[in-house]
């Protein structure tokens, strides 16, 4: 098969002269050559991860496709694709773009069509991609600083495909070459679907560069151009973001470049993050020491979310839905996600490690962020044999509605981790970590996930009988979103959770097949609501912890007086669950004063008065101390704490 590549530039068009038309190859693309030249890439004042802006060059001609590939085009190459046209309603003509392909189906692409062509066909690098979208502007698109209305389609943020948030116009159709092209003539670049490009993402670097490739390695596959169901902010010409190169959804396509690859050499990986830094391996000489178990113990509010007050991405000042762990070296590192809001693409995880010995936190920094996708609701989990586990959704776009589920693990208290693995794939409901990873007592690891996007409806619970490698959803679902779950002695699992109030109190939900089926009741508790989340824990000592939150609640102090408490408490269970003796306010019980809450946002402290509200996550080191956090705050204190009544009125 043989055609001509036109010899008039992309670039010589700019200066009045007429655009080379297309060119086609034998299934049906089209393409257009584009000249090579040098460009400001990046955009000031645009996202965080867009400066410094830079000069590249690029070198050699390309040429790209016009569109998007499309539905028949790419089922030359995988007609068992076809069976996907129409999922969720998306992409189901022949004309229309490509969806549910992940990265690594494009590049097959790619490697079939340059077999098929004989000449060398890839994903554009991210530089190419931005030089071509740019077709000489400057601007924050192609069009202008502003997008004609006819680009956006279904434009905002969308909760697809949950069904409690559906709307009209939440499917819209993906046919190419519809909107205006560029002045080299492509079209599509802003919107329609996301395109793969062949790097792996990474910061910019200062300073000229030419013909560059991105990074040597990452977790996550550059994408560009923005799609339908996006903020219009998501589609200008500089804007970044991917995804694992496993991900495929109703919002990613790609189109393809004809050129050899680049020599460059990429860029080496970026430096480890501060949590990663001078991480102490092994295991202290002391690590089951502490203070003295037989006396109350008692340390705290000691906040551990340390974030600039300039900050603008990826850390922001809304930080919430901790979750804590306790490394085999003998340190605490704790997560978080960050963003403006909740919903957003921008949301991020960030870390903070206490050192073993050390008395105050790190600042914070970033520990795992795929660009412009919401990643949403991180927890953690150890198998006590030196293996931290890391989970969290990743979101199709934003907001927590459409979350695929990830696992990452570490061998080294947190100092490297292994590249992210997709263990559901599908967008959609019960892929939301609620923080309440356990391991039975035959191995099995649980992690609970919020079935629901709402305040209520239930969790559900994802199971691994094999370390880790595969996961299956159990299929039922507790009483409660954010569930706590512990396992119970004769194996059975109790659950307390946030909504679903059985005559008038929390939820407690029991299950004896792993949460197949789960049996509903009424806790001795008070409900929980918006921006509270428990914690549940079986202590090394025997007895099952809770943590929660109490507008008003009456708890007897050691004069024997019932005394009227607000706020944090804690309870212990020494009977499986069924009664909850030991109740007590987790607080220093000085003098009334004001402590940060969540964002900031100061609550009093004092002896009859705790934090309102946050979200909890709670872990217990090898010497006994329970370490518990909230979404600003970090408490530690013992077993002999717990049980010691609160001192009476005058402290007695």
Same mark, same amino acid.
């Given at each position: 098969?043989?055609?001509?590549l036109?010899?008039?530039s992309?670039?010589?068009a700019l200066g009045?002269?007429k655009m080379p038309?297309?060119f086609?190859?034998?299934i049906?693309?089209?393409l257009?050559?584009i000249?090579?030249?040098s ?15 830079h000069k590249v ?9 016009v ?11 995988d ?10 309603g998306?992409s189901t003509?022949?004309?229309?773009a490509?969806v549910f392909?992940?990265?690594h ?8 069509l340059?077999?098929k062509?004989?000449? $060398?066909f890839r994903?554009?690098t991210?530089?190419?991609?931005? #030089?071509?979208?740019r077709?000489g502007?400057t601007?924050? #698109?192609?069009?202008g600083?502003?997008l004609?209305?006819?680009f ?15 709307r009209d116009?939440?499917?819209v159709p993906l046919?190419?070459?519809? %909107?205006p ?13 996301? /395109?793969w490009?062949?790097?792996?993402y990474g910061?910019y ?13 990452g977790d996550?596959r ?6 339908h169901?996006?903020?219009l ?5 500089a ?5 694992? !190169?496993?991900?495929?959804?109703w919002?990613?396509?790609?189109r393809v470049?004809?050129g050899?690859r680049?020599?460059?050499? $990429?860029?080496?990986? @970026? ?11 092994g295991?202290p ?5 502490? !203070?003295?178990?037989?006396k109350?113990?008692f340390?705290?509010p000691?906040k #551990?979310?340390?974030?600039?007050q300039?900050?603008?991405g $990826?850390m922001f000042?809304h ?5 804590i762990v ?14 403006k809001g909740?919903?957003?693409r921008?949301?991020?995880i960030l ?8 008395e ?10 795929a660009?412009d996708?919401?990643?949403h609701? !991180?927890?953690?989990?150890s ?12 979101s199709?776009a ?6 695929a ?14 590249k992210?693995?997709i ?12 923080e ?5 007592r035959?191995g099995?690891?649980l992690l609970?996930?919020?079935a629901? %996007?709402?305040?209520?409806g239930g969790?559900?619970?994802h ?5 880790g490698?595969?996961?299956?959803d159990?299929?039922g679902?507790t009483?409660?979103i954010?569930?706590g779950?512990?396992?119970?002695k ?8 946030r909504?679903?109030t ?11 097949d792993?949460g197949? %089926?789960?049996? #509903?009741?009424?806790? @001795?508790?008070?409900?929980i ?7 549940l ?6 007895p099952i912890f809770l943590?929660s939150?109490?507008g008003s ?7 024997? /007086?019932?005394? /009227? ?6 309870a212990?269970s020494?009977d499986?669950g069924?009664t909850? !003796?030991?109740?007590?306010l987790?607080?220093d ?6 402590v940060e809450?969540?964002?900031?946002k100061?609550f009093?402290?004092s002896?009859?008065?705790?934090? @309102?509200r ?7 080191a ?6 518990l956090i909230s979404s600003r705050q970090?408490?530690?204190?013992n ?5 010691e009544?609160? $001192?009476?009125a005058?402290?007695?």
């Open positions: 098969m043989a055609f001509a036109l010899v008039s992309a670039a010589g009045g002269e038309e297309p086609s190859h034998s049906g693309m089209k257009v050559q000249a090579p030249g460009f400001m890439m990046g955009q000031a004042g645009g996202d965080w991860d867009e400066r410094p802006v060059t690029i070198t050699r001609p390309f040429a790209m496709s569109t998007e590939v499309t539905n028949a085009q790419y089922e030359q190459f007609p068992e694709h076809r069976r996907l046209r129409g999922k969720l998306f003509t022949d004309d229309e490509v392909v992940s990265g189906d494009a590049v097959r692409f790619c490697e079939w340059s077999k062509e004989g000449r $060398p994903l554009p991210e530089a190419e991609w931005e #030089y071509a979208c077709a502007t601007t924050a #698109y192609h069009t600083d502003t004609p209305e006819e956006a389609k279904n434009a905002g943020t969308t909760w697809f495909p949950d069904p409690a948030h559906k116009g939440d499917v046919v190419v070459g519809q %909107t092209p560029n002045a080299w003539g492509l079209y599509d670049m802003h919107g329609n679907v996301e /395109e490009c062949q790097d792996w910061p670097e200062a300073g000229d560069q030419t013909d560059p490739v991105g990074r040597e390695d996550f550059v994408t560009r151009g923005g799609s169901s996006t903020e902010f998501y589609l200008r010409s804007n970044r973001s991917g995804t694992l !190169p496993g991900d495929a959804s919002l990613i396509g790609f470049v004809l050899e680049p020599k460059t050499r $990429p860029l080496p990986a @970026p430096p480890p993050p501060l949590s990663r830094r001078h991480v102490t391996q295991v000489a002391d690590l089951t020491t502490g !203070p003295d178990s037989s109350p113990y340390k705290g000691r #551990y979310v340390n974030i600039p300039s900050a603008e $990826p000042l930080n919430h839905d901790p979750a306790d490394c085999p070296n003998g340190d605490l590192l704790a997560i978080w996600y960050s963003g909740e919903a957003g921008e949301l991020a870390a903070s490690r206490l050192r073993w010995g050390a105050e936190w790190e600042p914070a920094s970033v520990f795992w962020d660009p996708r919401n990643d609701a !991180p927890a953690l989990g198998d006590g044999k030196g293996t931290i586990y890391h989970f969290n959704g990743l199709a934003a907001t927590w509605g459409n979350l589920l990830i696992l990452r693990v570490s061998a080294d208290s947190g100092a490297t981790w292994s992210a693995r263990i559901n794939p599908e967008h959609g409901l019960r892929h939301q970590p609620a309440s990873v356990i391991q039975t035959e099995v690891i609970p996930c919020d629901v %996007t709402g305040g209520q969790t559900a619970l199971l691994s009988r094999d370390g490698k595969t996961w299956t159990a299929g679902k009483a409660g954010h569930a779950i512990v396992e119970l004769d194996g059975r699992l109790m659950a307390l959770g909504g679903d059985v005559d008038g109190k929390m939820p407690r939900s029991i299950s004896n792993l197949k %089926t789960w049996t #509903y009741g009424a806790s @001795p508790f008070p409900p609501g918006g921006g509270q989340r428990l914690a824990l079986r202590l090394k000592e025997g943590a939150f109490a609640m009456m708890i007897k102090d050691a004069a024997g /007086e019932d005394r /009227e408490v607000s706020g944090l408490y804690a212990l020494f499986e069924e909850w !003796p030991v109740r007590r987790i607080t019980g000085g003098p009334g004063r004001e809450g969540t964002d900031g100061p009093t402290m002896a009859t008065s705790a934090e @309102p946050g979200y909890l996550s709670v872990c217990q090898p010497s006994g101390l329970i370490h970090h408490y530690a204190f077993l002999a704490w717990l049980r009544p609160m $001192p009476g005058g402290g007695k």
